[in-house]
């Protein structure tokens, strides 16, 4: 095994990792697909039924904000996020690393006190109700905080490989067995 190629932990790591990022992104989809069904629904019911669904709306808003955090977390994973690196690129090696590294933690600083106050936003507004939906106003903070836990997961892997000299590849699921050879 060469010094760069994976170990076994960390191969088992990218794997657990890759399917988080994967089951975040799936969920942002299917998300997406529900909110473009609500508002079919709702422009059904208001032009046909002449009776609007008014909860389609609060849905889809509720809805976006689990697309948004979950695939914000997706993006630190495969460090899609905006950020500029043209500053980094321009230091030498160790500097630019050093840099690097210090992003990386600042995603992790932010990511936990994001999973934090989404948290205690979660238990101070579970009591109420969202009045269309009829469900606890909690949940609408539970998307922060599930992004402010992967951010601090994602986040925390890639300074750990930094700070070990290790290569760090994109966090993906494995690949799925394709039935040929196996």
């Known amino acids: 095994m060469s010094e760069l190629e994976p170990t076994p932990s960390e191969r088992r790591v990218d794997a657990v990792l890759g399917l988080l990022r994967r089951a975040a992104a799936i969920t942002g989809g299917v998300a997406l697909v529900v909110i473009v069904a609500a508002m079919g629904w709702q422009v059904f019911g208001r032009y046909v039924l002449n009776a609007t669904p008014t909860w389609a709306e609060a849905l889809a808003i509720l809805l976006i904000s689990f697309i ?31 840099l690097a590294i210090v992003r990386d933690l600042l995603i992790l600083g932010f990511g936990a006190v994001m999973a934090v106050q ?46 070990r000299s290790r290569p760090v590849p994109p966090l993906q699921a494995p690949e799925a067995p394709t039935g040929e050879g196996d």
């Open 68 to 98: 948004t955090f979950l695939l914000t977390a997706v993006g630190v994973a495969e460090r899609t996020h905006l950020s500029v690196d043209f500053v980094r690129e321009a230091m030498p090696t160790p500097i630019a690393r050093a």
């Open 118 to 163: 989404a948290y205690q936003l979660v238990q101070f507004n579970w009591r109420r109700n969202l009045p269309l939906l009829d469900i606890p106003e909690g949940v609408r903070a539970i998307p922060p905080t599930i992004c402010g836990v992967l951010m601090v997961v994602f986040a925390a892997v890639l300074v750990w490989r930094q700070l």
